[in-house]
């Protein structure tokens, strides 16, 4: 919550509202039944979470455009809405970059390789279907000056490596999303874990692969501990340990 307070504060909006949901995550899973028949399946968790994260976006959306979060968030997001239709679009206007340049070579780039003029004219093209002027610094040196960053896990491994790139990506948030879905239906995920998990989905999409990878270096062990079930021993606990003292009293 602190977290949240500070986010919000300092004015990021995407980190505001997956603080958010990480707490909604975590005060979910409370109410969920974490044994039983009734418990509910990974998958079915999954998409609740999905139906969560859109209603989590409509607010945030409605609680910006109405000023709430100060003036400044307020113009931004206004501009944006009205440029592509979409705060994620037009916060994020490489998508039109990566899409154009995924559409002209599926089997993506190679690693290493640097872009060619007709490679940015495309990835151009397609951050002006989104309504926005790549014609700056950002575009030429940033996304394109020395290889190819289009702000997206996904996009940078596709484009590096091709298919097998945007496989690996899906492959590693998949199993990640999966392990914190089951830990959700048994009411055993911390909430480091709901806070990782949702930043991996995000940075799928949304952020540039080295930025995104001090994230997935937590994320993959967190996914792969094993969770503490009903009726399993503790961590510190021998799985063989039997307490004679209540043996005694069940005889």
């Known amino acids: ?53 859109v209603a989590v976006y409509q607010v945030m959306q409605a609680v910006i455009v109405e000023g709430m979060l100060g003036e400044a968030a307020r113009d931004r997001s206004l501009e944006q809405l009205d440029s592509s239709g979409s705060l994620l679009t037009g916060g994020r206007p490489e998508m039109g970059a990566a899409l154009a340049l995924i559409l002209r070579q599926p089997w993506g780039y190679g690693s290493g390789v640097k872009p060619t003029g007709t490679d940015i004219s495309y990835a151009k093209s397609g951050m002006y279907e989104l309504n926005y002027d790549p014609n700056n610094g950002y575009v030429t040196r940033y996304l394109f000056g020395s290889g190819f960053e289009v702000h997206s896990v996904l996009g940078d491994l596709w484009l590096r490596f091709g298919l097998l790139g945007a496989v690996f990506a899906l492959a590693v948030v998949g199993y990640c999303l999966y392990a914190a879905a089951h830990r959700i239906s048994t009411r055993s995920a911390s909430a480091l874990l709901a806070l990782i998990t949702i930043m991996t989905v995000w940075n799928l999409l949304f952020a540039p692969l080295r930025a995104a990878s001090y994230t997935l270096v937590l994320a993959l062990p967190l996914a792969a501990m094993p969770a503490r079930g009903p009726g399993r021993a503790r961590p510190w606990e021998p799985s063989g340990f039997i307490d004679k003292g209540r043996l005694h009293t069940a005889r």
Not at 4 to 17: E, F, I, K, Q, Y
Not at 27 to 36: D, E, F, H, K, S
């Open 1 to 53: 919550g602190v977290l949240t307070l500070v986010s919000l504060w300092a004015d990021s909006r995407s980190l505001t509202a997956i603080l958010a949901l990480a707490i909604i995550v975590v005060l979910l899973q409370a109410w969920l039944p974490g044994v039983g028949r009734t418990r509910p399946r990974p998958w079915q968790v999954i998409i609740l979470l999905s139906l969560v994260a």
